[in-house]
């Protein structure tokens, strides 16, 4: 009854878009811990899904205190100096490393080079990703050197892996362009050379972004 007083009148598109729309509310009333979601039927599913789309994608439904508790916060913020505004922000920063310092204690990740390299990741933003590829390919194009320098020729190397394997002569070897296997060769070995890389990354990308944005 409910899903036939709802999609009375409604297109096939109509009703996918207000299927997702509810689903979407579901999910952000149970978030906001209500035990139980109260719908509607409505006379027009449209003006009904128009304004189920409108309430899902305020700001509200991104925020993890109550509508009343954040427009009250939003007021307060509002009529702060700048310079109070600043200063609240650091003490909030500081609190929010120590909270993920805690967490990253509780879960582990403050003790494995994959957790430093998400804490990194998290801190860092985008000075940690520019930081990571300068290094990587900074070592694709030392082992580029070192295949070029020392002669290394792909297509035999495929060579001699066909004939380890049995297969035909040719195989693989006589359908790679030279210089696309050499490539190809540089970027295999270079992904090999990640656990030397990932911990020169995760010691150095602190003291290098932060120089950098000193020199900003």
Not at 88 to 106: C, G, P, W, Y
Not at 144 to 154: F, N
């Given at each position: 009854m409910f899903a036939a007083a709802l999609f009375r009148g409604s297109t096939p598109q109509t009703r996918?878009?207000?299927?997702?729309?509810i689903s979407a509310f579901a999910t952000n009333e149970r978030s906001r811990g209500h035990a139980t979601i109260k719908l509607q039927c409505h006379p027009q599913p449209a003006t009904y899904l128009k304004q189920t789309i409108r309430t899902n994608f305020t700001p509200s439904s991104f925020s993890a205190l109550p509508p009343e508790e954040e427009e009250k916060e939003k007021n307060r913020v509002e009529s702060l100096t700048d310079y109070k505004k600043e200063i609240?922000?650091?003490?909030?920063?500081?609190?929010?490393?120590?909270?993920?310092?805690?967490?990253?204690?509780?879960t582990g990740e403050l003790y494995t080079m994959r957790g430093k390299f998400?804490?990194?990741?998290?801190?860092?933003?985008?000075?940690?990703?520019a930081w990571y590829w300068t290094v990587w390919f900074a070592t694709a194009g030392l082992t580029?050197?070192?295949?070029?320098?020392?002669?290394?020729?792909?297509i035999l190397i495929m060579s001699k892996a066909e004939t380890f394997l049995g297969w035909e002569y040719g195989a693989i070897s006589g359908k790679v362009d030279p210089t696309l296997?050499?490539?190809?060769?540089?970027?295999?070995i270079n992904e090999c050379l990640e656990p030397v890389r990932l911990p020169i990354v995760v010691m150095t990308t602190r003291p290098v972004v932060d120089a950098f944005q000193k020199m900003k």
């Open positions: 996918n878009l207000l299927s997702r729309s609240e922000l650091r003490k909030l920063d500081t609190e929010i490393a120590r909270l993920q310092t805690l967490r990253s204690i509780n998400k804490i990194l990741s998290r801190d860092y933003g985008m000075g940690f990703l580029y050197a070192a295949v070029e320098l020392g002669g290394v020729d792909p296997g050499q490539l190809g060769m540089v970027i295999v």
